[in-house]
């Protein structure tokens, strides 16, 4: 009996003793394989990091390279420009001293009354030029603005050019009006590049543009040539139902009608916006750059309605 008891104790003992070996057999191969699974981890962890490290330090030494390439042999290479924070400035379409804060207390309500016969017949043509814009965009004034824009940035580019000819072939000086009407077209290609970010053209807008723009330069060129007077006249109307239309695009925002976007980041560096402008704050000071171009053309016009020449009379150069 002793010797039964005996034996089955130590057959439960010699089993446990096997079952405890299985079990940290186990739990060996389960640490095993967890561990080999956080080395590849960390294997593959390391790897990605390093082609990432390896990819970054590629482009970095192409885009050396490629300044090395561009800059070697002519000798040209842009400065290290910074914004006031120290931030790198992200723009090459314009420079931090070319930026401005827009004067909105201008009066938006002047109005050059038509006396003469050229200033009847320059009214006229641009109420009757409104007349298909109203029908085509209606209160689209997002699509408005961005079309009209590419039409604005014109009459300062034509003066501009046929007075810079003018002055190389009379060898005087253009009295700063040169450069004052290539500011105002620059100033309307940004207004441009500011809505562009806002409203993207359809291909249809893209074709009219194009047929716009073909149509109205040319006409344009010949008009200044023809009476300079006239062309500017043109002009500072034209301005006036700008302003108009940013004011009826205001009243849309205010309503509701149109979303208070946030301003794009261009206008925001280009106008000297806080950083939480909106888009209201974007159409307020475009609008009173318009004002400031209808006082300029007006004023070019008046000049030359009193039997003088641009140059007799300081150009408003800087004055948006």
Known sequence: MNQLVARSLMRGLINGAKCNRS???SVT????????????????????LAEKNQKEKSVEEVEKQSEVVFSSYWGIQRPKITREDGSPWPWNCFMPWETYQADTSIDLSKHHV??????????RTVKLLRIPTDIFFQRRYG??????????AVPGMVGGMLLHLRSLRKFE??????KALLEE???ERMHLMTMVELVRPKWYERLL???VQGVFFNAFFVLYVLSPKAAHRVVGYLEEEAIHSYTEFLKDIDSGAIENVPAPAIAIDYWRLPKDATLKDVITVIRADE?????VNHFASDIHFQGKKLNEAPAPIGYH
Request: aromatic content about 6%; hydrophobic content about 45%.
């Open 185 to 187: 077209a620059e100033n």
């Open 114 to 123: 038509p006396k003469t016969f050229v200033d009847k017949v320059a009214y």
């Open 209 to 211: 543009v194009l047929t």
């Open 29 to 48: 191969r389960v640490e095993l394989r967890d561990e080999k699974a956080a080395f590849g981890r960390m294997m593959s962890t390391e790897t990605a």
């Open 143 to 152: 699509c408005r603005a961005m079309m009209l824009e590419t039409v604005a």
């Open 23 to 25: 079990i940290l057999c």
């Open 173 to 178: 000086h253009s009295g700063g009006w040169v």
């Open 291 to 295: 004002a400031h171009h209808r006082d």
